[in-house]
C-alpha cells in the first residue's frame, strides 16, 4: 500500500480523506486524532477529539473543559472504525498517553509515530514496535550527532552537583509536560529522597501524573519566601524561568537543563546552561534509524526534523521516504515558549 492511498498533506496537515479525519492538525477541523497533549499537536478548537485518555485529560487541563465539541477516549489497542478504515492507538514512549496511530485498509496499513522514543521512561507506556507497509515518522533529532547518552547517567551528573556545592540551588529547565515528571522519576530511581521543588506552573501537570499513579515521592511547589533557603536542592522550572527574575532570589544558582538539545555545546552557552543533561524525548539518529528499518515499511515519510538526512539514509537501503517539511511542529523549544508564557 502506497502511504498516498491513505493519506494527503493538507494546510491543516495529514489527512485521511477516507476516514474524513486530520492527524495532529495546525488548525481546528471536524475530526481531529491527536498523537498526544504536547502543543504542537494537540490543539483546541476541533469538532471530534479522538486521542488516548490520558491525552484528552491533558488537553482539558490545558486548554479548559470545552477545548473541543466531541471528544472520544480510545484506549491503546483498541480500535475504531471510521468508514472504510479501522484505526488504532499503540504506545509511543514519548509521554504519559502519547500514542501511535495506525489505519488500516484492506490494502494494507500505515503507522503515524507522532513524537516518540525507544529509552526507557517509567512515567508512560514504552514504545510499541509495529509493523506496517508505510511509516510516517518524525525526525527531531534526526542528524548522526544526536546518540543521547543513558538518561540515569545525566541524573548522576545532577546529584554530583548537589553532593559538590551543598551551598548551591539547583535549578533544572525542563518541559512541564512529559520532561519534568521524567526527571523527578529518574532523580527518586537515583536514590534521591528528599524533596524535590517545582515552579509552579508544572503543578497541575505533576498533580496530574501522580493521579496516574506514577509515583514521584514527595513534591513541593516553591514560594517566593522558599527560594532563598533551598541551598542544596533540586529545582524544577519551564526553561523559559533559567534566566528569568525568578531565578535570581535562589542561592548561587546552578543552572541545568534537560534536553536532547544540550547535545550541542553551543546551545548550552547560548543559554547560559552551566550543567546541561542530555536527555530527550525523542529518538536519537540510531533509534530513528533502526525504527525505519524494524517498522518493515517500504515507505517513509518524514513530517518535521531534520527530514533530509534520514530521507537520504533510507533512500541510499532501498526504503521509499519522502521528507514533508510540515509548518507547525516544532521541536522540544516549543514546549519552552508555551512554559514561558
Not at 494527503?8 to 495529514?14: R, V
Not at 485518555?53 to 489497542?77: K, S, V
Not at 514527595?218 to 536542592?233: M, Q
Not at 515499511?297 to 519522502?322: L, M, N, P
Request: proline share 6%; charged share 25%; aromatic share 8%.
Amino acid at each position: 500500500m502506497a502511504l498516498s492511498d491513505l493519506l494527503t498533506l493538507t494546510p491543516s496537515g495529514l489527512y485521511c480523506p477516507e476516514a474524513d479525519a486530520h492527524i495532529d492538525p495546525v488548525r481546528p477541523v471536524p475530526r481531529a486524532l491527536i498523537t498526544h497533549g504536547h502543543s504542537d499537536h494537540a490543539r483546541a478548537g476541533h469538532g471530534a477529539v479522538l486521542a488516548t485518555p490520558e491525552t484528552l485529560a491533558i488537553m482539558a487541563l490545558r486548554y479548559g473543559e470545552n477545548f473541543c465539541e466531541r471528544r472520544q477516549p480510545i484506549a491503546y489497542g483498541e480500535t475504531v472504525r471510521l468508514a472504510s478504515i479501522t484505526a488504532s492507538f499503540h504506545p509511543a514512549g514519548h509521554v504519559l498517553g502519547s500514542a501511535q496511530i495506525k489505519l488500516a485498509a484492506k490494502g494494507g496499513c500505515v503507522v503515524i509515530s507522532g513524537d516518540y522514543k525507544r529509552a526507557h521512561d517509567p512515567t508512560c507506556a514504552p514504545f510499541e514496535l509495529l509493523r506496517c507497509d508505510a511509516f510516517v515518522t518524525e525526525a527531531t533529532f534526526g542528524l548522526p550527532v544526536f546518540r543521547h547518552p543513558d538518561a540515569a547517567h545525566e541524573v548522576a551528573k545532577l546529584i554530583a552537583s548537589c553532593e559538590l556545592f551543598p551551598e548551591r540551588a539547583h535549578l533544572v529547565g525542563a518541559y512541564s509536560l512529559g520532561k519534568a515528571q521524567r526527571v523527578m522519576k529518574l532523580i527518586r530511581e537515583a536514590g534521591w529522597d528528599r524533596p524535590i521543588w517545582i515552579h509552579g506552573a508544572m503543578e497541575k501537570i505533576t498533580n496530574f501524573y501522580q493521579e496516574q499513579g506514577i509515583e514521584l515521592g514527595e513534591i513541593r511547589k516553591v514560594a517566593a519566601t522558599d527560594r532563598a533557603k533551598l541551598g542544596g536542592e533540586i529545582v524544577l522550572c519551564p526553561p523559559g524561568q533559567l534566566n528569568d527574575l525568578w531565578s535570581r532570589k535562589f542561592p548561587d544558582p546552578v543552572a541545568a537543563f534537560a534536553s536532547g538539545w544540550m547535545r550541542v555545546r553551543a546551545r548550552a552557552r547560548q543559554r547560559g546552561v552551566e550543567l546541561p543533561m542530555v536527555i530527550s524525548d525523542h529518538v536519537d539518529w540510531d533509534e530513528l534509524c533502526a525504527t525505519c528499518v524494524d517498522t518493515g515499511a517500504s515507505e517513509i515519510w518524514v513530517t518535521h526534523g531534520a527530514e533530509d538526512a534520514i530521507v537520504h539514509w533510507c533512500r541510499a537501503r532501498g526504503i521509499d521516504a519522502q521528507p514533508l517539511h510540515m509548518i507547525g511542529y516544532g521541536d522540544e523549544d516549543a514546549e519552552t515558549a508555551e512554559a514561558s508564557a
